[in-house]
């Protein structure tokens, strides 16, 4: 072994000491690191796949907050979470309720409560709260778009703290927006 192989061995021995002493000298990256987190990527699947699953696993409430809707797929999954008896809300942007493949109609039409901003502005928030205990969020939209063509992310997370802020999110903006009425009755 040359004397620099050697010296780099001991650069990055050192290093990785002093790492695993810091983090356990520190109670505050020992909890982080107990927190499941995982990323999904698009485009592909993988991001509309994570939040089917938790649309899946909810067992109580979901507290959905996007810009649209118009995946099919997730739609269905909504709506099958719905008639399991889960108590669903959506919070979306007022602006793309009439556009063409949007869902939001349909979903209002199951009988979820859907409230829409009413503001120049756009509600472009894409997240999910389930069971007020995971929180879904990312640049993913909730289209067929997204999952075939758009680079986009999503992460799941279980982090206290975070599903805190993002509660304290969804329930200003659900006391802050409209009730969305609409008189037809999905097919």
């Keep these: 072994m040359s004397l620099g192989t050697k ?3 001991h650069r990055t021995f050192t290093f990785y000491i002093q ?3 810091f ?3 520190n109670p505050i990256l020992q909890q982080m690191s107990t927190i499941p987190s995982q990323a999904f990527f698009s485009p592909g699947t993988s991001c509309r796949d994570a939040i089917i699953h938790q649309l899946h696993i909810a067992a109580a409430t979901l507290k959905i907050c996007v810009f ?3 995946d099919d797929v997730i739609t269905e999954a909504i709506i099958k979470a719905k008639k399991r008896g889960i108590n669903v809300l959506i919070l979306t942007d007022n602006d793309k309720l009439f556009d063409l493949g949007s869902d939001i109609i349909r979903l209002a039409g ?9 503001t120049s502005n756009h509600m472009h928030h894409k997240f999910m709260l389930v069971d007020d205990k995971i929180l879904v969020n990312g640049s993913y939209n909730w289209t067929r778009s997204a999952a075939k063509f758009n680079q986009e992310n999503l992460i799941v997370t279980a982090e206290p703290e975070l599903i805190r802020l993002f509660l304290k999110e ?5 006391r802050e927006m409209t009730v969305f ?3 037809v009755k999905a097919q």
């Design 181 to 183: 009425k609409h008189s």
């Design 23 to 25: 983090y356990f000298q």
């Design 7 to 9: 010296c780099f061995a």
């Design 110 to 118: 199951e009988g979820i409560e859907i409230k829409v901003d009413n």
């Design 68 to 70: 649209t809707i118009s």
């Design 19 to 21: 790492s695993f002493t």
């Design 170 to 174: 969804f329930d200003k903006l659900w």
